[in-house]
């Protein structure tokens, strides 16, 4: 019990399981995915868009399995990192406890390139008639970020109130609206699941991708990319009430919103005409039109608002989970000690949380510019070009692409990691089965996180041949921090050996749960 004294800790026992769920649901930004992921998803899979997100929700699925075998080990601020150190070991849990918060940052800012500089624009545009300089998702982006970092730095239960509000309002809305459209849409057909039944409409679109598993596979980068938050509860480990409600946010979270953004991927496909995707993914707001030409201009800003509040609570879940885990690295040494600092007052990793922010916004600008540029819009016309100009709306739209790819480079990595953890924990840990058990076993232990492990394969391979702007760019920018982690870890080992020995493994809620339990048992025998 000394050691649990002598180490940084948060306040224990103030999130509970519908917490937990909440901040899973808020961290994916459901309504965020409907206004982006899938219109950068479509701009690949055209009419197979909601095949890509079936894929990618059933990919999720899978690692559900995953997850819930590690979360009933580990729980503690550290997350996937103390996930992977229970079982691999510090080397693959120090890369993985500096990849999460790489695909957290950058998921961080790609989400508010899109929301204040295509959406916003083109909302006020379409049904005001309002104009808006180019410059405007600048001071947008700025607000999305910091000013969520406060509302998570100030603690952990005014955040919980609004997030909780937030994700289950959204949710409820996406999962009713969504199921209107396609109830009321002349377009439905199972066909949007088949990549073959379409070579006539879309043949010359998918060509130059490769094919149409091709053009499947890089929708699918943008479908389980819009799943970039889910482990969202694992850093609430310090802080919950019980550690299984972590186990069940993580089950719970992932359901729920893989069937809604699966219902709302073909909602918005059958309600734009599975013939017209091509329009679809040329289009800054198609969710937005769909849903003001199926429920009116309230339907369309209704949507909008969603999407903005669904922003704003993304980035206090991402940015709360990304601060986490530097605090946890920070208090076993492997980050500076400046990361492990607690606020007296609030609780909470306020300097980890800070370092976030700053860096998601300084990410968020200066991708901004550099790929604006590579895109052919110079800084200059970023700022006297209307923000609906076609330049502008297509160079941050590539922006969005390329940040959420490099998320999805630390998501896969991230992923990879959990899924070799469980095989060799289980391995490991030599289990006798009978009955049912003995086929269970291999398929949940093995085979499933062996299945997951392949689809991510797939996806990051489709990623990178053949080369696509921005997607191959970004691919490349994350492996380089792939690579800058191992030499970091790597740097680590040889020079402070205990902090490596111990990495990921100082604070387990689990074991600490385990122990106060024996203890009350030796106390009260009966």
Known sequence: MSNQKAVPRLRRGV????????????????????????????????????????????????EVNTLYHLSKRHASAGGYYGYVATALGPFTAIVTGLMYPVYQIASTAAIPVYVAGVVLPGVLNYFFGISLPGWIWIPFILG?????????IVGIRPQMKYIRYAAMTKIAFLAITSLYIIVMSPDNTLNVFNPFAWNSVYGAQFAPLGGPIAGLGLGMIFGLTSFIGYGGSAPLGDEVKNSKAITKALMLGVSIVGIVL???SYALTVGWGVNNMTSFANS??????????????????????????????????????????????????ILPKFFAYVHEKWI??????????IASSITAVLSGFVIGWLSGVSPLQMFTLSA?????????????????????????????????????????????????????????????PAVA?????????????????????????????????????????????????????????????KLEKMSKAEKDPN
Request: charged residues 10%; hydrophobic residues 55%.
């Open 15 to 62: 999130v509970g399981t519908l917490e937990a769920v909440a901040q899973e649901i808020a961290a994916m930004a459901p309504a965020c995915d409907t206004v982006a992921f899938i219109t950068s998803a479509a701009a690949f899979a055209f009419v197979l868009t909601p095949f890509a997100f079936l894929l990618a929700m059933l990919t999720m699925f899978i």
């Open 284 to 333: 800054s707001i198609p969710g937005i039109i769909v849903y003001a030409h199926f429920m009116g201009i309230v339907g369309g800003l209704m949507l909008a608002l969603f999407a903005f509040n669904s922003a704003f609570s993304d980035s206090v879940a991402m940015q709360s989970n990304a601060g986490r885990v530097y605090f946890a690295m920070g208090r076993d040494g």
């Open 453 to 513: 492990t392949a689809i991510f394969a797939f996806v990051l391979y489709e990623s990178i041949w053949p080369p696509v702007f921005p997607v191959t760019q970004a691919v490349i920018v994350g492996v380089a921090f792939l690579v800058f982690s191992i030499f970091y870890t790597l740097r680590i080992k040889r020079n402070n050996p205990k902090a490596y020995k111990n990495a990921g493994i100082t604070v387990n809620i689990v074991e600490e749960e």
């Open 348 to 357: 909470t990793p306020s300097k980890a949380l800070l370092f976030v922010g």
């Open 262 to 264: 699966t219902e709302v």
């Open 144 to 152: 999305f970020i910091l000013v969520p970092i406060g509302l998570a």
């Open 388 to 448: 609906t100009s076609q330049q502008v709306s297509l160079a941050l739209s590539n922006v969005f692409d390329f940040l959420t790819t490099i998320a999805l480079v630390g998501f896969i990595v991230a992923h990879f990691a959990n899924n070799t953890a469980v095989m060799v924990m289980f391995y490991r840990l030599k289990e006798k089965h009978t009955g049912v058990n003995r086929i269970l076993h291999p398929v949940m232990h093995y085979l499933l």
